[in-house]
């Protein structure tokens, strides 16, 4: 093995000029770090879902003690999974992509370094916090203020270093995906800080600002709109970034991005308000919702349609390229979700499937489909990259996306028939008019359709092993 | 990762921006946007506000949106803290707090909910997923040796229950001490507990801590008034019952 002489951190952050040129070192050592977390926070909270998982079918898992109660560990299981592993994932892409996009290096490795060490802090400190029952009661806003706050800060240094990094660029236009990332960071902001804002009453608790319908309507402003830009248009930005290098293609329509670019920011904001149809919420802002949701698909869709597109006249290595067909399969599963979305927000559909497991399929359908597989493919296609060599084993990575799509259909296929005979069974009338079923009865009857979710789960996180393994 | 070694480093070479730059004829106007980070910022930041300030401010400053309900008053202290062991052991995580106006519903549990019931929710727990039944109506449903039972084992009232045991409620302590700050943070969030209530928030507390545990032993359960099952069940009886009390006194 031929070590070549690296460049000592001062090196590094030097610029040489000659001929007119400028020589410097992109970062790859952050990128490195961050794919680290990546993997093993999704590991991790992947684990944590699947003990949740099985807590439904026996509930012995509980354990009868606190810390290993239902509540409190499916709050470390979203939380885990979304802002420990798609959050590292962001950051992995972001960190990669961005400087070459800029031709530049991250403007400061002391800014990368604190970014990086401090959201694993965060999440070790939210993992032990949210355990130990500190929670603000809001969906996937669980953390308790210290914790907003150090949030608040690392979110303003990782948006700093990134507009150092765009500032002091080499290639005067801005790429699609890094219109993504400037959405990203200037709405996650906004959303953090205003659905955050409470009153502290102790050190480690405080009461939401808003009340009741407010806080409801702030909550779910907050909550689908993580979703649309954390999970959502940041993996938009990496998917334009690292689907054309994987393919080796152009994007398909530049016309396409602007559009689509522009109409998905703005419209995803309005659609909140569809995850309380038939609540207490004043009905125009339902109607709001709805009529947005609906407009919503056609900008999911233009950004599913430019990114299978790319792929036209390279459909021949996607049989070859584990990379290529996890990404086909995120981006697929991105418009699924993206189409389903939409019909979860009429309200005839929503009245039947709000309350049940269709919910946690759909976003299940997103989250290990979307999110899941384009980060394995970001993974797959950057570890080879940054250590010079080529992968493990191709084979390996290939099963690994076998098991991994048998997982998401073993976990999404029972939990939509759950989900649907369970409403069903919450709305039937015997002939003389009383209800048919205890709601006992419609929890007993889905112990199996919990159970093969949850192998389902096991299969997905199988090929999560492999891929350590792999890399 | 083994077989390879990393580049933590990898030299580039790029020619720099030139400070005078022309912007080709014809190209497309967007073009311009593309250029100028900070405008994309800014111009990104309007987008996403709209939205969010269309839908959220009216709710603030138009009174008919949330109606208020005169017989919903307050929580009491005892209800408050129920009310945050509810939040802290997630139990929003597997029950819902709102009744939707279908037949089917209001025939499991009762009249649909009204915004004016939540308007001292701080947070609101209307949830998202019924693994359990909604509870936005639960008050009064069960004698309170029911709660006392089914908290300490589910499926000993409910067989084939999936909910978890919660025995640690039988010994904790409820945190009186910190009873006047939490009054005091309702307070300054508008919620109208009287002017100095916070200081005897506790008497009141206590007052109605033996009142259950005096039910509880009616049904043979010895337990002191100090645990955090007293303030949970407290809660729960509570939940959604202001409501009926005004079809009460209607009917009266």
């Given amino acids: ?471 | 990762m083994k077989k390879g070694n990393a580049l933590d480093n990898e030299a580039v070479a790029a020619a720099p921006l030139s400070k005078d730059y022309t912007p080709h004829a014809g190209s497309h106007w967007h073009r311009w946007i593309e250029r100028k980070p900070v405008q994309m910022l800014v111009g990104s930041l309007i987008v996403v506000a709209l939205g969010g300030l269309i839908e959220i401010i009216p709710t603030f400053l138009i009174k008919s949106n949330i109606p208020t309900i005169t017989s919903v008053k307050p929580y009491t202290p005892l209800e408050l803290h129920g009310r945050d062991i509810y939040v802290k052991e997630g139990c929003y995580t597997c029950h819902s707090q709102m009744v939707r106006p279908f037949r089917s519903e209001v025939a499991r549990y009762g009249e649909y909910s009204k915004s004016g019931e939540f308007i001292y929710d701080h947070p609101f727990q209307w949830g998202s997923k019924r693994t359990g039944p909604d509870l936005a109506r639960i008050g009064g449903k069960y004698p309170d040796s029911w709660h006392f039972n089914h908290m300490y084992e589910p499926s000993s009232m409910s067989p084939g229950s999936i909910m978890p045991n919660y025995p640690w409620l039988m010994k904790n302590d409820i945190e009186k001490d910190i009873t006047p700050a939490k009054i005091r943070a309702m307070q300054t969030l508008g919620v109208p507990y009287p002017e100095g209530y916070d200081k005897i928030a506790n008497a009141d507390l206590e007052k109605q801590a033996k009142k259950i545990v005096a039910n509880l032993a009616k049904d043979n359960i010895k337990v002191s008034p100090d645990k955090e099952i007293i303030a949970l069940i407290a809660y729960l009886q509570r939940m959604g019952t202001d409501i009926k009390l005004e079809q009460k006194t209607a009917a009266q």
């Fill in chain 1, 1 to 471: 093995m031929n070590r070549e002489q690296q460049p000592t951190a001062a090196e590094a952050k030097a610029i040489r000029h000659t001929d007119g040129m400028d020589h410097f070192y992109y970062d790859n050592k952050i990128v490195k770090w961050f794919t680290y977390a990546t993997i093993f926070w999704g590991a991790v909270g992947m684990l944590m879902g699947l003990i949740a998982a099985f807590q439904l079918v026996f509930p012995e898992l509980n354990f009868s003690t606190a810390q290993t109660s239902f509540g409190r560990v499916r709050p470390v299981h979203t939380n885990a999974v979304i802002f420990a592993f798609v959050g590292n994932g962001i950051f992995m892409g972001v960190y990669y992509s961005l400087q070459r996009l800029c031709k530049a290096r991250m403007f400061s490795d002391v800014l990368s370094k604190f970014h990086f060490w401090v959201w694993q802090i965060i999440i070790v400190l939210a993992a032990v916090t949210l355990l130990a029952g500190y929670t603000t009661g809001k969906e996937y806003a669980e953390l308790e203020w210290p914790l907003d706050i150090l949030i608040t800060l690392t979110w303003v240094v990782f948006g700093w270093n990134m507009f150092g990094t765009i500032l002091k660029r080499r290639e005067r236009h801005l790429y699609v995906a890094i219109w993504f990332y400037i959405a990203t960071f200037v709405t996650v902001a906004m959303l953090h800080i205003v659905n955050s804002w409470e009153i502290p009453f102790t050190w480690m608790k405080s009461y939401s600002w808003y009340a009741g319908v407010q806080d409801a309507l702030v909550q779910w402003w907050y909550g689908h709109n993580a979703v649309a830009f954390f999970l959502t248009t940041p993996y938009l930005g990496l998917m334009y970034y690292f689907l054309p290098k994987a393919a080796n293609r152009p994007v398909y329509s530049y016309r396409l991005s602007i559009i689509h670019f522009w109409s998905l920011i703005f419209l995803y904001i309005w659609a909140g308000p569809h995850h309380l149809l038939y609540s207490s919420l004043p009905d125009w802002a339902q109607s709001l919702g709805t009529v947005f949701s609906l407009m919503l698909l056609a900008p999911s869709w233009g950004g599913m349609i430019n990114g299978l597109l790319t792929l036209r006249g390279a459909w021949d290595k996607v049989r070859e390229d584990a990379v290529l067909k996890f990404m086909v399969v995120a981006i697929t599963a991105y418009g699924m979700a993206t189409f389903e979305g939409p019909m979860l927000s009429l309200k005839n559909v929503n009245a039947i499937s709000h309350f049940t497991d269709w919910t946690i399929a759909h976003v299940h359908v997103g989250a290990l489909g979307w999110n899941g597989f384009l980060t394995f493919a970001v993974i797959y296609w950057l570890i080879p990259k940054i250590f010079r060599t080529n992968l493990h084993s191709t084979k390996l990575a290939n099963w690994h996306f076998w098991i991994g799509t048998l997982g998401i259909v073993f976990y999404a296929v029972p939990l939509y028939w759950a989900g649907f005979m369970q409403s069903l069974a919450w709305k039937e009338f015997t002939p003389e008019g009383q209800l048919k079923y205890q709601f006992m009865e419609t929890v007993t009857q889905l112990r199996p359709f919990y159970l093969m979710r949850g192998i389902g789960g096991v299969f997905y996180l199988t090929g999560v092993v492999m891929m350590i393994v792999n890399v």
